[in-house]
């Protein structure tokens, strides 16, 4: 049978209070302050939907050695709406990333806000039809909004990430259905930052409540189960009690209805139909039935039943632990920086050409996206980088390495240093010696640290991340950076 056999969910650390922002905007956005509650997750400045990606799949395909945990990968679809690449597989960052290798499938799926459901459909078909054994599906948004609007209220960063595969199933697929209609709610075009929106009422009653409920049914029909045996219903919507609404007239319960995690999260675009299906199989039960249905100029919809197989899952971070992994964010300038809405003054020292060499970038990609390193195979010696000649001085072996992976290793500080003279966007630049007691070493950037929070022999994880901008050329260059380790 084909179905999920893994997931795994990311949030940001940063929660931007909602307060915060309804004070800012006081002044021409009164009303603002009615909606003002909770909080809402923010991405670092060195976050965008490439690298929460990676995070939510590496949560979703956990093993030490991700050279061979992660070889029977042999298709990735990548969801989003914000993919920071137009013409280069933004998939393909991400299998870099993830070191899945060369041999499989990639394929951006893009611009529609069920992107994200519609890139997991579209692998429950390749491995259904025996075009992939085993599937990794991603889904991440990261969207600007402008300043004082709804959006910037009810919006949210995060990402999900499933593996989908025909043994170990989790939760199996039940039946699926699809409409596609050009309602245009809302939109972007090209080249411009902010998503321009229509009408609510006629969002709300002529597109959800008219659209979403006929798709439902006929997904309930394809998997031969009854509205009242729904468990779990999950449909994003900004809309207050909309869900609801929906559910009600598809036959199903309302308090059947997910939690859209509003309060502490907000709605992550594309991929806020798998993070909220992420955090469902994170509580379901097994033998429980999950409708999950997302709404875009159509709608897709996918019935799931969860097997034994889900209680003998691994334990994961997930949206819970992502979610209980936070820091509260009052700075709304800081939101403005780090989403490029306001003109900074960046001083001379940001005045260099950040160009990248893309012959240097694709003859050590492994090196750079997967953080390889090499392992000598006479006398055992890790070191990043690789090199021919190990740097053993009692070995000095030459062509003996091979590759050896340190994105998955746990580090140490050796030593640090925050620098408020390098220009960063946010300082002080955190930057020192990492160890790993496998062997090897390197200077890494720091980056989600709180200053004066830790010290050398802090325990730290690598994540994938933006190393720096090149704004002439419109590139963005990626690389590991160390993330204090944060304890279970």
Known sequence: MTGIVSFGGYVPRLRLQRKAIAAANAWIAPGQGAGAKGERSMANWDEDAVTMAVEAAR???????????????????????TLPFADRLNAGIVASALSLGANMRGADI????????????????????????????????????????????????????????????????????????????????????????????????????????????????????????VDHFIMPTTFA????????????????????LAG???????????????????????????????????CDVAVLETTEALSRLAKRRGINGSLAHRK?????????????????????????????ALTVTYRKRDMLFGLTG???????????????????PNCKAVDAQEPFCYAE???????????FLTYSMDPPQHYGMVTFEEGGRFLADFTDVDVGSFDSGAEVRMVFRIKDFDERRGFRRYFWKAVPQVKA
């Open 59 to 81: 949560d979703c395909l956990p093993g030490a050695n991700p050279l061979t945990s992660r070889k029977h990968i042999d298709a990735l679809f990548l969801g989003s709406t």
């Open 110 to 229: 893009t611009g529609s806000q069920r992107a994200g459901l519609s890139a997991l459909l579209a692998a429950f078909d390749a491995v259904s039809a025996g075009s992939a054994s085993h599937a990794l599906v991603a889904a991440a948004d990261t969207r600007k909004t402008r300043a004082a609007s709804p959006a910037e209220l009810n919006y949210g960063d995060g990402a999900a990430a499933f593996e989908v595969g025909k043994s170990n199933v989790i939760a199996r697929l039940l039946g699926a259905a699809s409409s596609t209609i050009d309602f245009i709610d809302h939109f972007r075009g090209e080249g411009e930052d902010f998503d321009y929106h229509w009408e609510e009422r006629w969002i709300r009653d002529e597109g959800f409540v008219t659209i979403v409920p006929p798709v439902v049914k006929a997904a309930l029909t394809k998997a031969g189960i009854e509205a009242a045996a």
């Open 241 to 260: 009690k909309l869900d609801q609404q929906i559910a009600k007239a598809c036959g199903i319960a309302p308090e059947k209805v997910r939690d859209n």
């Open 264 to 298: 502490k999260l907000g709605e992550c675009g594309s991929a806020h139909a798998l993070v909220m299906l992420a955090h469902a199989l994170e509580e379901a039960k097994p033998g429980q039935r999950i409708v999950v249905a997302s709404f875009g100029q159509g």
């Open 328 to 356: 509260e964010e009052a700075n709304y300038m800081k939101w403005l920086a780090f989403n490029g809405l306001v003109n900074l003054e960046k001083g001379m020292r940001a005045e260099k050409d950040n160009k990248t």
């Open 374 to 392: 090499g392992k000598c195979t006479r006398c055992g010696t890790a070191q990043f980088p690789r090199s021919r000649i190990c740097v053993n």
């Open 409 to 419: 290793l746990p580090g140490k500080v050796l030593s640090w240093s925050a620098d």
